[in-house]
């Protein structure tokens, strides 16, 4: 059984309960790592499932937006650097090692952050779940090895 918390801050308490699966926004606020304590999850038996795509689409504007001195709302030609500058395979993999390197097998799966409802365009918000697949990917068959 899984619930998805925005944040994990009173994970402890889903950790008492049949609930197993604890589903939060890593990508968007990496310090939620920090939160959480390994031995607790091992302890209980739960597992997490972990946002390793960022989707909170208007901070990802905005970092464009400064960047490029534009308005991508306007100039919608710049919101592709949001999949190609910002949230890269290669950047999304490392939030996922980071994550793995802390957690561990606690990790039941990972995906992109809630939010993608809220983006733009249909075809930028497929490029972003490729860029998160193709990481995760990168990373299933690096352990391989």
Same mark, same amino acid.
């Given at each position: 059984m899984?619930?998805?918390?925005?944040?994990?801050l009173k994970y402890r308490l889903i950790?008492?309960? @049949?609930?197993?699966v604890i589903g939060f926004e890593y990508a968007g606020t990496p310090s939620?790592?920090?939160?959480?304590?390994?031995?607790?999850?091992?302890?209980?038996?739960?597992?997490?499932?972990?946002?390793?795509?960022?989707?909170?689409?208007?901070?990802?504007?905005s970092i464009i937006n400064e960047r490029y001195r534009v308005n991508a709302w306007k100039e919608k030609e710049y919101l592709q650097k949001i999949v190609t500058?910002?949230?890269? @395979?290669?950047v999304i993999k490392k939030r996922l090692e980071m994550a793995f390197s802390i957690l561990g097998d606690r990790i039941k799966y990972a995906n992109?952050?809630?939010?993608? $409802?809220?983006?733009?365009d249909q075809d930028l918000a497929?490029?972003?779940l490729e860029?998160? $697949?193709? $990481?995760?990917?990168e990373f299933n068959a690096e352990r391989k090895m």
């Open positions: 899984e619930i998805h918390l925005y944040s994990p950790c008492e309960t @049949p609930i197993n939620y790592l920090d939160l959480l304590d390994r031995k607790v999850l091992e302890d209980s038996n739960t597992y997490v499932g972990v946002g390793i795509s960022r989707t909170d689409i208007f901070s990802l504007i500058e910002l949230e890269t @395979p290669d992109p952050d809630c939010g993608l $409802a809220f983006w733009p497929f490029k972003l860029n998160t $697949a193709k $990481a995760i990917n």
